[in-house]
């Protein structure tokens, strides 16, 4: 904290304008996802090999002269950090093909939360109490709004939507164990794992010719793009300030399908969806205060 207070007001800026930019291409995937008439294994398939090609591609040119060097020494946890992204890629995207944009993205939302139950059951670490509160609130939140959604025969998307965070929250445990994973050789390896689990069921071969700028935009761009300026620009910020930024993703990502679509949440999306972002707000916001003063009270 102290390197990062210290930092240059440019650098910070930076950081957060990046993180910005990464939840503004990472808030596309709902639109792209209805866009695209591909089956989502399908859809899948291309999306991680474009992501995969163009995340690769980046790592080489990083570190020009080192060739897959970079890949040989994120060693066992980067692959198993690298799997547990790809898995939740994959579920990313079955979600979103069979739930509201809206629900999927509320559910995801909880990862830092899962992250924390986890991190306390594997690592003995601290939760605080209003961490609980928080945890408390946003799975009332979610359990209203998947209650409601077993009447609209939406109830298997939501339900898928608990993979990622929960995949997401064992990869942050395994980094904090290791604490040496080097993200973007292990981003590039969840791409290529997401390819091969969908490998068996996708048909790559029968995309529509107007779907393909699609799939690379949804590939490069959400996901690879996404995820550059995140891994660089939280360098730059506070831990808790990039996750404040990161709920633009939340926010944004119901709204296109709503401007350019026309989906609606439902009811209960809306009421659920809104507890668990004030829970999110309130004790990120919180984070963010503590994180400025050394002696900000509980």
Known sequence: MTALDAAPGSLRLRGTLMVAGAAFCWSIGGLLQRLISTDAWTTIFWRSLFAAVFLIAYVLWRERGRGLAPFKEAGWAGLAVGVCFGVASTMYVLSISLTYVANTLIVLSTSPFMAAVLGWIVLGEQVRVRTWAAIAAAFAGIAFMVINSAAAGNVVGDLLAFGPPLVVAIATVLIRRGRKVRMMPAAAIAALVAMLLTMPFARPAEIL???????????????????????????????????????????????????????VPSHAALAGGSLVLTALIVHALLDARDARSVNAPF
Request: without cysteine; proline residues 7%; aromatic residues 10%.
């Open 209 to 263: 010719p107007i779907d393909v700028p699609l799939l690379v935009l949804y590939g490069v761009g959400q996901l690879a793009i996404g995820m550059i300026l995140f891994l660089n620009g939280a360098r730059w910020i506070p831990a808790a300030e990039a996750s404040l930024i990161a709920l633009l993703e939340v926010i944004l990502a119901p709204l296109w399908v709503w401007l350019f679509l026309q989906e």
